[in-house]
């Protein structure tokens, strides 16, 4: 079974006037991850789709969906599956994948169907559209190149792992991977940037049940929070800023999409112009 909702790109000038509820209905991504069933988000930010599939019973095909306007799913797309729950199984075009914790298997276009299983695996979806096809390539932890950020005097001692990222494989455009924050740490992305030429999409991992992440986002001079818990994600416009900080430490998944691949492009936004 595949569900899909379709989010429509909201203007900054209308953005600033949501109060919690509506907030959460647009930028949220919750209940991404039902058993035995493929959760879609078909978001207009770059026309990214991120979802969830968990396979308890018995294994999940990705082939067609409606809103992609095309008989496969991948005809016009790329997609990353990563596996966020236990050891699962991804197949595409003949090959079988063996997927641990964190994995990311980046799907050429024209590679449908996706076969996804493992009763115990959870595996996060990410799509943008791709212009040429690609090979498909696992890749995991271990082989993501890393930046490591922050200091513990400011709370935010982190490392990036760039997994499906020009420094370590090719792409359309989908930019993904991972950063962890250290013990006693909590905040992510700060000081805070925007980038205009990308949008990007955020979920939050390995944060206990009982606590939670205040992930920032809005215009630099307008910013509004949205409260976080582990396993949900959120849309993140290339208008606004996208930062957090949790209760305790935790680690996020981020995926770009757009017209730049270069990671570093983005725009600071200084302490002191933060509302």
Known sequence: MIKTEVRQSIDPRFAKGMDTDGLRK?????????????????????????????????????????????????DRREAVIVNIGGDGVVAVEGHSYNMNTYDMLYIGMGSDPITMSGENSKFYIISAPAHRKIETRLVSIANAATIELGSKETFNERVIYQLVHPDVMDSCQLVVGMTKLSIGS?????????????????????????????HFMGEPNETRHIVMKNHQGVLSPGW??????????????????GDNV?????????????R
């Not at 991504?29 to 026309?47: A, P």
């Not at 940037?193 to 205040?214: I, M, T």
């Open 26 to 74: 647009e930028f949220l991504n919750d209940n991404m991850f039902v058993e035995d069933q493929i959760s879609l988000i078909y978001s207009h930010l770059d026309r990214m789709i991120v979802g969830g599939a968990v396979p308890k019973a018995s294994s999940l095909v990705l082939d067609q969906v409606k809103e992609t306007g095309s008989p496969g799913f991948l």
């Open 186 to 214: 909590v905040w992510n992305t700060m000081p805070a940037h925007v980038h205009d030429r990308r949008s990007e999409a955020y979920l939050y991992v390995d944060l206990p049940e009982d606590q939670r992440v205040f």
């Open 240 to 257: 606004s800023i996208h930062s957090g900080a949790g209760t305790s430490n935790y680690s996020f998944i981020w995926a770009m999409a």
């Open 262 to 274: 270069d990671y570093k492009d983005v725009d600071m936004v200084a302490m002191e112009d933060l």
